[in-house]
């Protein structure tokens, strides 16, 4: 198959651009939300219903003064936030859309995305290093260490749905989680202890409450980014914000069916000339996005709901409790599939 | 193809001048950084030459977990920048003679055989190649071919992480 | 490949790896009796018996043809069981003598046993090694476990610097060993040993020749062959002494094991023979040399072990199978004198810092105190100078021999003589056990009141049976020669037909 290198920039330039509007959105949705939980209105002057916002922050940042300690690496404190950032980006570009709508569709996309989450923790770290402060090291180090953590049992649960999906390629797993009406055949239901743990790793691996130690205001002022003013902090805050959302579109992809409409093929049974259309590609990119948004507004749920872990807590979960059952679990898949097999 | 080349000799030339900044880097942080630097690169080839599993493993396990972790060594000790050398004594020179010398040799070797062809070796192809880094052929001979060495490396991982814990951990005395 | 093919043919090659599998089973059965029960006194026991296990296996597999097994990664048969057997003895001696001596140092944990046993299996696969990779793999193993060991003692500066030292430079002799496999590989086109030498019909390139140069300087580290023997002495002293004897030989068995095959099936040509020449050269010299000057017992015998490698060098170099079946058989005996030799140490040990402290003079007297381990001792010196009628003597005569049929005439002269010089050194150990007494030393070297424990009767009687068993391959070596020329013959027929 022949890409042509201007199609690919072009839908390349559509999903950054994209991501960026989703992190202003994403901003604007968790302050209203959050006000709506704690039954206060949130913003709601800037625009109607206060929907220009986001917009307002981004201008806010790039304004400010640009403030770096005396005693910083230069090159390093500028180095992490754009490291950030782009990682967070690169993700999106791994992302099935819709049907045969996706940038980069390697046969390894599961792994790429493991592996650009665990390149993640350089931002942090170095961002936390080079500001030569001890509040934004030590906020360096407990990201380090919890992104350690629980990389491992995450990717245990993505092993486990690689062992279903018999494939590791993000389209490829989500084909494969058509069958049975596409709503009983997602990997939710067929691997429900895999997708928790999965989800519950997301939460730790993109710093969000009940996660967020490494930038727990009251113990450590404001964690790795402490020193950071500026659009510097507002690429950090822009590389939450990607990472919230990306992490969504990962489970949703992986245990909920990505894409899929649910009972898409009854769908298509009752109406075949909607097969290879326009219409149904713009269906599974809507039906993918209800989805996001459902795990999107989970992330902002269990941030008002849930107390920020201790930090001993946080390893005692992941050590003593998470990696055993990912373990467990992904034995007990693969000895199911194998069974599953043999019998069918 | 004439993109393919300018990635390869790019990643090639980072790659090469990141090793260079592992070995002269005064600062420790700097050093891990080209390293890690180095190891993406060289991921980066390997996704070049259609080895994309084990590209995307380089990245996961070198760059995403074992550097990750000589970073945090280092800023936990919080390790300084070494003083630019004042004088050099002579075992540094005679070392770097020595090791210049074996560099040389070296290259003076690979340079002669640049015309070596095997004759078993069939032309790879990009089909073949693609075919031969999947998970899939890698996971069969690992599983056959290699199955004893895959268990008794797992008694290295194992004997190493239980001997870190005895020594560490063990109160003695 | 057809996986249940595969699967049909690992299964039936498990008898082919039993005493790896046993011994690693044990291994993993101690780390979970260590987890429920700390110190549980089952350990050592268990230890042992599944050393015996396996070397009771072993010894049937003597006579049995050789093959290969996994895939054609590990070789079977005679030249396997003889090397198994050779490193599970030095296991199962070590787990006599350990217990009681890591107990006063106390360090009797379950995970020095389970390492002992881990680093076995390494151990076995790199000894019985058909490719390239399997080399690595049990290099790797081997040492891991090793680097562990020496670092015992955590708290002593000598223990430190020992397990340091020998991890930074074994890590970095690996990186040696690597370039090369991947120099031999890449103008070979494989990894099984005996068809690399077929790999060349017309002339060997210069890169395959760099690639086993960097090979044999990456074994030459782990053989302790000068230049790359700096680590030796260091890590040999700070080691706890048992330990000390488990590495300088078990490993060196199974390392010039694998390099014998390396030599055997992928270098048949004489080419290799000047530069494991001028290796033995410089081993001796510097091991000789440097040990005369030892007031420490353990860091002469480190030193010694050195020149012992030399030896074993001068019968690699003759590049025959007389001379490879003359290293074997000279193996078996210096495992058997070594072993005897730190395990008279470790009984003899005063200063709970793995006799670090301990000069030689500080033993004075002791032969007579302690007679079966004084006995034991002498005869382990005799036999190390290479004195009738012991079995280093023997040994000697069968590494040299092939020597000088291959023209290295010279070579085997200035070995004798380093024989001859050697006498000094070990000569001394048997004056100061026998002719001195405590009031002969000087004030400050003597041990003090009552320093040394009461030896227990076990480890005793495993030093006296090492004693033993060199008077008997002293006499009675004619059986062990012709199995390991055997061992040689078979592998040679078996070469050529393919």
Known sequence: MEISLLSTSIFAFLVVNAMLLSASVLVYAERRVSGFMQNRPGPNRVGPLGILQPFADVLKFVMKEDIQPAASNTFIHALAPVLMVVIAMSVASLIPFAEGVVLLDIDVGVLMVLALTSVTVYGITLGGWSSNSKYSLLGGLRSAAQMISYELSMGLAVISV????GTMSLPGIVEDQASGWAVLGWNAFRNPVGCIIFIVTAFAETNRAPFDLPEAEQELVGGYHTEYSGMKFGMFFLAEYVNWFVASFIIVTLFFGGYLIPFQPLLLAAIPALDGSLLLTLLQFGSLMLKVAFFAFLFIWVRWTFPRFKYNQLMDLGWKKMLPIALANTVVIAIGVAIFRSIF | MALASVTFFALALIAIASAVGVLIARSPIYSALSLVLNLLSVAGLYLTMNASFIGVIQILVYAGAIMVLVLFVIMLLNLDAL???????WGPILGFVLGIGLL??????????????????????????VENGSANTLGQILFTEYALHLQVAAILLLAATVGAVMLAQRRFA | MDLSGAFTAMWADLPA???????????????????????????PWLTAGAFGLAMGWEAFQLGTAPDTAFFEQLRTGGYAAYINLLILGAGLFTTLV???????LNRNFGEVYALLL???????MLGTSNTLISVFVGLETMSVCLYIMAGLLREDEGGIESGFKYFVLGAFSTGFLLYGIALMYGTTGTMHLPEMAGAFPDGVPLLFWAGVGLVIVGFGFKVSAAPFHMWTPDVYQGAPTTLTGYMSTASKASA?????????????SAQASLVLAVLALITMAVGNVMALRQANVKRMLAYSSIAHAGYMFVALASGTTAGYSGALFYLLVYTVMNLGAFGVLALLEWDGMAGRKQTLSSLAGMGLERPVLGASMAVFMFSLIGFPPFGGFIGKYYIFAPAVSAGLTWLVIIGLLFSAMSGYYYLRVIYVLYMQTAADVAEADRAPEGGFAQPAWLSTAAVALCAVLLLVLGVAFSGVVDVTEMLFIQADAMAQTP
């Open chain 3, 17 to 43: 790896i039993f005493s790896m599998l046993i011994v690693g089973a044990a291994g993993l059965v101690v780390i979970l009796m260590e987890a429920f029960q700390n110190r549980d006194p089952r350990i």
């Open chain 3, 118 to 124: 881990f680093a076995t299996v390494g151990m076995i």
């Open chain 3, 256 to 268: 010039f094991a694998a390099l014998i095959l390396i030599l055997f099936f992928a270098l048949p």
């Open chain 3, 98 to 104: 350990s217990p009681p001596y890591l107990r006063r």
């Open chain 2, 104 to 129: 040389a040799q070296l290259l003076y070797v690979m340079l002669t055989s640049f015309g070596i062809s095997l004759e078993a070796a069939e032309p790879v192809t990009t089909a073949m190649a």
């Open chain 2, 83 to 89: 003083p630019s050398p004042r004088s050099i004594g």
């Open chain 1, 162 to 165: 690689v062992i279903i999906a």
